[in-house]
Structure formats: C-alpha cells, structure tokens
C-alpha cells in the first residue's frame, strides 16, 4: 500500500470566510491513518480557521473534506463529530457545572467502523489528576485539568482523527509532558491527529509532518527535519 492509498483526512482547496474577510485560500493538506501532522504558523495565518472549517464550525465557501470515503465539507458539526471525526477546542469548553465524570460521559458515543475504543479509565491513565477529581466540577478545574477534560472527552468519542488546537497554551511543564505523551500514544493506537500547536519544540516532537500556513495558505509541507534545517522559510513563517 502507497502512502496516497492510506490517507485517511483530505482537505481539498478549502476556503472560508468571516464576513468579507476571506480568511483560508484554498488550503490543501492530508492526514494519514495513525499519523500525527502538526500545523504551524503565525497568529492569523489561518490554522485554528482551518480546523473549524473542517468541523463544519465555520461553513466553508468552497473546497472538501473527507473522512475516509465520508465528504464532511457542508456538514453540521454534531454529523462530522459522528462519522468519527473529533475536535479539541482551544477555548475547551468543558461544562462547567457538570462534574469531571459526567463531562466525560457527554463525550462517549459509539465507535464507527475501524476506529479504536476509549474508555473512561484509559482516561485516568494519561491524566491521575483528573481521577482524583472526577467528583470535581469542571468549572472549578484549572486550566490545565480543564484542557485534560476536554482531550479525553473528544478521545471517548472514539474517532477516526482528531482536530486539536492549542493544546499545552499556558500549561505547566509536566502537563504539557502528559499532553505530548497521550497524543503519541494516539498515534501509536491508529487515531490520526492534526495538531495546531504554537510551541515549535513540542510539534517538531510529536510530528511526522508539519505543514506551515501563511495567508490562508498551505507555504510548506515536509518533515519536521527539513523544516528545522530551513532556517530562511522558520524566519519567512514562523519568527516573531
């Protein structure tokens, strides 16, 4: 089997909008199964847009989405979220009322075909912190505890591929450590994952791929190898 053969996530010439703004330009990349692309850039490059648009969060003007054989662009978020694929908000969105146990148990759905099943105390395995508060509401959870909330309340879906933005935005060290270990353990279990990450050092990490945006557009896209040794294209796209 080719590479072209066991693409799982394809983005075809995707363009969105917010109002008169035309934001993604025609933004093409491929996810494929059990592999990990990071996608980098600068603030407003277009990034978190693109996985919204992918969500059906921001309806897209024109391109495709697909989920295996699945065409998602157009499609309602709750219909995307259950052809298998996930979407880990910046802003997590937790319920904050809702316990740590009931939030998880919002998230649980059953597993389309081929996807790998999550449970609950696999949940506590990545994160211990989160099964010593599981009585806890989730509005009273620190940052930290809340973006572990919401990756393993996205993970007991059961999907296909996951959409994760910002993940270790203004976490501590160790947690960040948590997040960078249970996304390669996603890898490792088939779940393809676009990750939006702002730290280079941790998406270099966990990546097999990087793509970079710049205008709405995909600028590079290779190994997080190349992109280190391309000192002209990290000064281009990616200094601040």
């Known amino acids: 089997m080719n590479a072209a053969d066991d693409v799982l996530l394809q983005v075809d010439d995707l363009h969105a909008h917010y109002g008169k703004s035309h934001v993604l330009r025609g933004v093409t990349l491929n996810v494929r199964r059990g ?3 990071s996608l980098l850039g600068r603030n407003g490059s277009g990034r978190s847009t693109t996985l919204k648009a992918m969500m059906g969060l921001v309806p897209p003007s024109a391109g495709r989405v697909q989920l ?36 998880l148990r ?5 597993p ?3 996807a790998q099943r999550w449970s609950i105390e696999q ?20 940052g930290g505890e809340q973006q572990m909330l ?23 060290p160790k947690i960040v450590a948590q997040v960078g270990e ?3 353990d996603m890898q490792r279990r088939g779940v393809s994952v676009l990750l939006v990450e702002q ?29 280190e040794a391309d000192d002209a294209l990290l000064q281009q796209w990616l200094a601040v």
């Open 106 to 110: 919002m998230g649980e759905q059953p």
């Open 199 to 227: 730290k280079l050092a941790i998406a270099l990490k966990v990546s097999s791929r990087v793509c970079v945006m710049g205008h709405g557009r995909i600028v590079f896209e290779g190994s997080p190898q190349q992109l």
């Open 182 to 184: 249970c996304i390669r």
């Open 112 to 114: 389309v075909e081929g």
């Open 35 to 37: 592999e990990v692309v």
């Open 68 to 103: 295996g054989t699945r065409a998602l662009a157009g499609a309602k978020p709750n219909t995307i979220c259950r052809a298998g694929l996930a979407y880990v908000p910046e802003e997590r969105e937790v319920f904050a009322n809702l316990t740590v146990d009931e939030n």
């Open 150 to 172: 919401t990756i393993c309340r996205s993970l007991l879906g059961n999907p296909l591929a996951i959409l994760i933005d910002e993940p270790t935005e203004g976490l501590a």
């Open 123 to 142: 949940m506590f395995d990545y994160f211990p912190r989160l099964k010593e508060r599981r009585r806890t509401k989730a509005g009273s959870l620190s």
